[in-house]
């Protein structure tokens, strides 16, 4: 495609992004009545509200419960009667955390906090969500988003993760999906071996996202998809799995873009996956009464009974997907580096403060996450008093910008668990010939006080300016009147090159005002509380407040 067909491609695309006519009523009935390879689904009419169609929790997997726990991912059956899906599908069970369903279903809102230490979910979860603008255009481009949380907690129906205003304004096909976390989602134990190479692999979230994505082929035309225009986005633990997707071999044909947000690719060796099962495997035997076979006793066990074992021996789960040989290559940057791929062009990001959201491991965070949550979720950002940097920061991290201090502590967290990692992922891509690897740096901080120096360009802060949701969520205790300007402004600009990218495989627009130069060249994105500013930057492993200060210098922002 020459650069002036590429423009032509582009300015169509954020022309369309915005608001269009709305579809009054297909020729066969509800325009929310689709007919999918399983069945019938009946969705949301929105045209009058966000003007979207949505379907909310349709089976994508037949519910991986009794026989078929740990077992690799299966269709599911059909279906002849319509299937109302107007409803999220439950989160996946898991230990309750801060970015966990609330323990009565997967909703937002005070509840949450009471699943911290819980289990919450449910094992039947295998559900995905279908979102479109509300027009009669066919052969949209698709977004499947892989949400986050360490691939042991986490929801689709996470508010931040609504894909109504994001399928609006990039004028696209957004899919949120369910897969099996934890104990459930990644578990390699001996015990359990059936001689499927699949089943064997222990992989069984990575399994899940695969169906979902041949969900997708198989369906994208009846929601006005394109299959042969797939974007794949995760962010944190999902942006993990973006990378593991593109060097399965199980993905050829499912992923024409990738776009992975704050995570780079990492595997977990099978000797590290066995050694968690049989720790977990014990502890269950254990906590039944100190007999029977270990698989016996996993197999039967009720799920939130299995979780609470990990609770109460404090197993930490693995993390990443396990290198089987089979699902992922024992060697996945081997596996690159001899174009072993889904060589697709691809959209990377991180926050410059990234390391912020973690204070809790390096005992930084002063409230409990119970009292800390209750905090957030009450702070009213449009009358920011009553709380102040102490309440929420320990004194060992005091004063924040001291030697030893918040920012530089958590500036190593940030250097350590994030920025080492996506360097080594996109500059093997690189290095094997791959030549449409972008990458940015978010640096917005401007939450009222004293939120800006607690968390400032935190990790997943760039979720809702992705989405384009600023509603009640984990971060709106961040979003009042007074930054509202700027960071409306930033998520315009952010939604455009996402629009773009997925149309042409590269996210530089005119609005942008900044020519996006591939990796090792960043876009650096932020905004002061009335306008968003970019400028161009290069990655140098740089993290936390000083960098962002630095950007902004250099930016004259």
């Not at 997997?61 to 599911?76: E, K, M, N």
């Not at 009471?114 to 052969?139: H, I, M, S, Y």
């Not at 459930?184 to 979902?212: C, M, N, R, V, Y």
């Not at 992923?255 to 014990?282: F, K």
Request: proline share 6%; net charge negative.
């Amino acid at each position: 495609m020459t650069r002036v067909a590429a423009g032509l491609v582009l300015l169509l695309g954020l022309l369309v992004s915005g608001p269009a006519a709305a579809d009054p009523s297909p020729r066969h009935g509800s325009p929310v009545l689709r007919h999918t390879s399983l069945g019938p689904v009946q969705g949301l009419d929105e045209r009058r509200g966000s003007g979207t169609y949505s379907w909310l929790g349709i089976p994508y997997a037949a519910p991986p419960v009794d026989d078929l726990r740990w077992q690799a991912t299966r269709t599911h059956r059909p279906w002849r009667e319509v299937r109302r899906t107007q409803e999220y599908g439950p989160g996946c069970a898991q230990p309750g955390r801060m970015f966990s369903p609330s323990p009565d279903g997967p909703h937002y809102d005070l509840d949450v906090r009471d699943g911290l230490g819980q289990a919450v979910g449910e094992e039947d979860c295998l559900t995905l969500n279908v979102f479109r603008p509300a027009t009669k255009q066919k052969d949209l481009p698709v977004i499947v988003f892989v949400h986050g949380g360490s691939n042991v907690v986490g929801y689709s129906a996470d508010p931040m993760y609504d894909g109504r205003t994001l399928a609006r304004r990039a004028n696209a096909v957004v899919v949120t999906v369910n897969y099996r976390l934890g104990v459930f989602g990644w578990f390699d134990h001996p015990g359990l071996k059936t001689g499927d190479p699949l089943t064997d692999s222990g992989d069984f979230a990575l399994l899940d996202q695969i169906e979902s994505l041949r969900f997708v082929q198989r369906n994208a035309t009846a929601f006005g998809g394109n299959p042969r225009n797939v974007s794949v986005m995760g962010e944190s633990a999902g942006a993990v799995n973006v990378w593991a997707l593109m060097v399965s071999p199980l993905t050829t044909g499912l992923m024409h873009r990738a776009i992975p947000l704050s995570g780079g690719l990492v595997t977990t060796p099978r000797e590290t996956a066995q050694a968690y099962a049989a720790q977990v495997g014990a502890a269950a035997v254990e906590d039944s009464g100190g007999s029977g076979e270990e698989a016996d006793v996993l197999r039967s066990m009720p799920a939130d009974e299995l979780v609470r074992v990990t609770l109460r021996h404090r197993i930490d789960a693995i993390q990443q997907v396990v290198a089987d040989g089979t699902v992922i290559p024992t060697d996945a940057y081997g596996a690159i580096a001899a174009g072993r791929y889904r060589d697709v062009p691809i959209l990377a990001g991180n926050t410059f403060e990234e390391g912020k959201l973690f204070g809790t491991a390096i005992g930084a965070h002063r409230p409990t996450d119970y009292e800390r949550f209750t905090m957030q979720y009450e702070f009213d950002p449009d009358a920011p008093a009553g709380l102040g940097v102490d309440d929420l920061i320990s004194d060992a991290y005091l004063p924040v910008d001291g030697p030893g201090g918040w920012n530089e502590a958590s500036e190593a967290l940030t250097r350590s668990v994030f920025l080492g990692i996506i360097e080594q992922s996109m500059s093997t891509v690189v290095a094997a010939g791959n030549d449409r690897a972008f990458y940015y740096e978010l640096g917005w901080n401007e939450e009222p006080a004293p939120f800006d120096q607690v968390y400032g360009s935190v990790h997943a802060i760039d979720l809702p300016f992705v989405f384009g949701n600023f509603g009640r969520s984990f971060y709106s205790f961040a979003f009042g009147r007074a930054n509202e300007s700027g960071r409306l402004d930033l998520s315009t600009k952010l939604i455009g090159s996402i629009s773009a990218f997925i149309r042409t495989g590269d996210p530089g627009h005119a609005r942008l005002g900044t020519r996006w130069e591939q990796w090792p060249k960043s876009m650096v994105l932020d905004a002061t509380k009335r306008r968003a500013w970019t400028c161009a930057g290069t990655f140098g492993g740089q993290g936390g407040a000083a960098a962002a200060d630095d950007a902004a210098l250099a930016c004259d922002g």
